[in-house]
């Protein structure tokens, strides 16, 4: 099959607009998402022998469900109707920008890490190591400046050689606490076959981070009151925990994209600094 969907997601002001302008030029159709006033954007890119339609996902930090557009972007992804994401990175603000990324891949997505704004973390004498970046992600890492269309070519011959990817997802230790109840809830969700087409795990993180979207869908799939016993589970081992769970996991993502930059990244200095 020569025709790919190709996703562009990130946070806001990674440069997705400006990579989608790159991919598709001229080639663009605005219009809104389904049921929301939130702007979609789609264009045709052609490399090779292949038609890539690109769609421009919009920019969030999260994919939780606070906003319009982290639940179009996060339903969009759910739903898996994409052979590749590009996930647009801000070179100059990783650590801020792997939190999104990791989100994604706990999500089982499919993802290219494209290290965009290259120019302004080399500006800034930041080093990125992507050989180790990748491993610890385990995605492909391209480097690019949007902006200057340094490095599309080469995005779009990992996009082909990566248009299938393997089903696997990135799984974070959360700790004996957390991981066993982790394992009971998704127990629990095969017994009532719920979510079939999602990511198990990803959905049980997300009921134990008390997740409003993923509650209601839980609800909606398997009824109020067999709902009712996966809630009622995880409320009381919250109550013998040390902490609230959507702390504990947060904590953990964050412990974890520490130690990726750690081995990952080359800051200068401070001291070397340049006085002004
Ligand atoms: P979006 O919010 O993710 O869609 O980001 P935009 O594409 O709107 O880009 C935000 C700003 O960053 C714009 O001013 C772009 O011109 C600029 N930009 C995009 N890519 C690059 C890049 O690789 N390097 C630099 N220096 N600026 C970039
Ligand atoms: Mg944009
Ligand atoms: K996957």
Do not use: C
């Amino acid at each position: 099959n020569t025709e790919l969907k190709v996703a562009l997601a990130g946070n806001p002001n990674s440069g997705k607009t400006t990579m989608f302008n790159e991919l598709t030029g001229s080639r663009q159709h605005v219009g809104n998402w389904p049921g929301v006033t939130v702007e979609k954007k789609t264009g045709r890119a052609f490399y090779q022998d292949y038609s890539l339609e690109v769609i421009d996902l919009p920019g969030t930090y999260s994919l939780g469900a606070y906003s319009e557009d982290e639940v179009v972007a996060r339903d969009f992804l759910t739903a898996g109707d994409y052979d590749v994401v590009l996930n647009i990175i801000n070179s100059a603000n990783l650590d801020r920008n792997l939190y999104f990324t990791i989100q994604l891949l706990e999500m089982g997505v499919d993802l290219i890490a494209v290290l965009n704004m290259a120019d302004e973390a080399e500006k800034k004498g930041i080093k990125i190591d992507k050989k180790k970046l990748g491993q610890m992600l385990g995605t492909p890492v391209v480097e690019t400046v949007a902006s200057r269309g340094r490095g599309i070519k080469r995005l779009l011959e990992k996009t082909i050689e990566n248009r299938n990817l393997s089903e696997a997802s990135l799984k974070i230790d959360y700790g004996t606490e957390v991981e066993e109840l982790i394992a009971e809830v998704i127990e629990l969700l095969k017994e009532n076959d719920f979510s079939q087409q999602l990511n198990q795990r990803w959905a049980a993180v997300k009921l134990i981070e008390h997740d409003p979207e993923a509650v209601k869908l839980l609800e909606r799939e398997i009824g109020a009151s067999k709902a009712k016993k996966i809630k009622s589970l995880i409320a009381e081992r919250e109550l013998k925990a040390e902490d609230d769970f959507d702390n504990i996991i947060i904590n953990k993502k964050y412990e974890f994209i520490n130690k990726i930059i750690e081995e990952s990244v080359t800051r200068p200095e401070v001291d070397q600094e340049p006085e002004n």
